[in-house]
């Protein structure tokens, strides 16, 4: 067999065994979503939070184009030898993205669902992003990655998503007090 | 020529572009000001409805899906080694790049996006932008990238050339909607 027929096969195989995991999810999504219309329940996210996070998704499709153009001007220069690594490149994005996409969700209440009572409910994002941040680790641990940035990514992206949280929750500290005082 | 004297040209460079910029800016910014004073509707720039507001937001979210997608293939066809080419990373940024205008264009023509309310159906600012883009991708195409070839610039090209029609042929097909749905309204008012 050659080398070609044999990377079909893998990639086909591939596909496969992924479908087989997604299709019963997103079966299971789009029944539960068809059933809540039918009772007449609300959706979980309202107007306002939709529109948020339409929002966040156009940012952060402009912060990845972003990111490829400053990627492929880098690559381009050749100042380093791991901007020539793929998964380097698709981890980072990936990583920066989510990053972009989260932090506008939660500055613009579209993060967590209106129904979510929890006060610290977007404290969520740090949940999503610690076993993310190991998947990351073990990678360039590895040596699977060509280098460390990836996991220098995650890792700016938690700050991140920590200052963006303590700045959303001192900003409504301000807003009740200000309630209050009226 | 030294470092610094590098240095020194670049900052230089950098001033004289922002010399002739800044003033242009400032001189734009004002009469944009001016005019949201005196609640005049700018129409040199294309204004958009709430509903295209909505849909050029969708598309956006719709390309960041398609980009997405992208990348994981890439990331399949790398792992599988499928390519050997030395230089993918740039075949998959200007094929991401390009992936990312075709998708978001395309959904916008198609959605009645593109064009803003104001335009009354004027097509040029569309046309100017798939000729400026064409133009860019005919440049790359010629440009001395071409000494990276190992089969990943032909890929690049032939990508950018399938996308480059598939636009056209979307742009072309909403125009025809377009003009049969005028057509449609005029027949529709003569019978009144």
Redesign the interface.
């Known amino acids: 067999m050659s080398k070609?027929t044999a990377?079909f096969i893998?990639?086909l195989l591939?596909i496969f065994v992924l479908s087989a995991f997604i299709w019963p999810i997103a079966l299971g999504i789009h029944l539960e979503l068809e059933g809540q219309k039918k009772r007449g329940e609300p959706p979980a996210y309202d107007e306002r939070q939709k529109?948020a996070r339409?929002?966040a998704?156009?940012h952060?499709?402009?912060v990845?184009?972003f990111f490829?153009?400053l990627?492929?001007i880098i690559?381009?220069l050749g100042w380093f030898d791991w901007?020539?690594?793929?998964?380097d490149?698709?981890l980072c994005?990936?990583l920066l993205?989510w990053c972009a996409?989260a932090s506008d969700c939660i500055l613009h209440n579209g993060f967590s669902s209106w129904k979510d009572k929890r006060k610290d409910a977007d404290v969520m994002v740090i949940t999503f992003s610690l076993p993310m941040a190991e998947v990351v680790r073990s990678l360039c641990d590895s040596d699977i990655t060509a280098s460390w940035v990836p996991f220098i990514f995650v890792c700016v992206d938690m700050v991140i998503f920590g200052a963006v949280l303590l700045y959303k929750w001192r900003r409504e500290k301000h807003a009740e007090r200000e309630e209050e005082a009226l | 020529m030294s470092t610094s004297d590098k240095v020194l040209l670049t900052v230089l460079a950098v001033f004289a572009i922002l010399v002739w910029l800044v003033p242009l800016a400032a001189g734009i910014y004002m009469e944009k000001q001016e005019q949201a004073k005196r609640g005049e509707l700018d129409n040199s720039k294309a204004q958009y409805d709430e509903r295209q507001k909505?849909i050029?937001?969708?598309a956006?979210?719709h390309?960041?899906y398609v980009?997405?997608g992208y990348?994981?293939v890439?990331?399949?066809?790398?792992f599988?080694?499928?390519l050997h080419w030395e230089s993918?990373?740039?075949t998959?940024?200007?094929g991401?790049?390009t992936l990312?205008v075709v998708v978001?264009s395309g959904e916008c023509i198609l959605r009645g996006a593109m064009l803003g309310f104001n335009q009354g159906g004027n097509e040029r600012s569309q046309i100017i932008m798939y000729l400026a883009l064409g133009a860019c991708w005919v440049l790359l195409g010629g440009s001395d990238l071409e000494s990276q070839a190992d089969g990943a610039m032909t890929a690049t090209k032939l990508f950018l050339g399938f996308s480059y029609v598939i636009l056209g042929s979307l742009m072309l097909y909403a125009r025809h909607r377009r003009k049969l749905a005028e057509s449609r309204l005029d027949t529709e008012d003569g019978g009144e």
């Open positions: 070609e990377a893998t990639i591939f529109l339409l929002r998704g156009s952060a499709m402009y990845l184009l490829l153009v990627w492929a690559n381009q901007t020539k690594s793929v998964l490149l698709v994005a990936m993205t996409w | 909505l050029r937001l969708e956006s979210r390309t960041l980009l997405g990348l994981l890439w990331l399949v066809l790398e599988v080694e499928v993918r990373t740039l998959l940024l200007i991401g790049l990312a978001w």
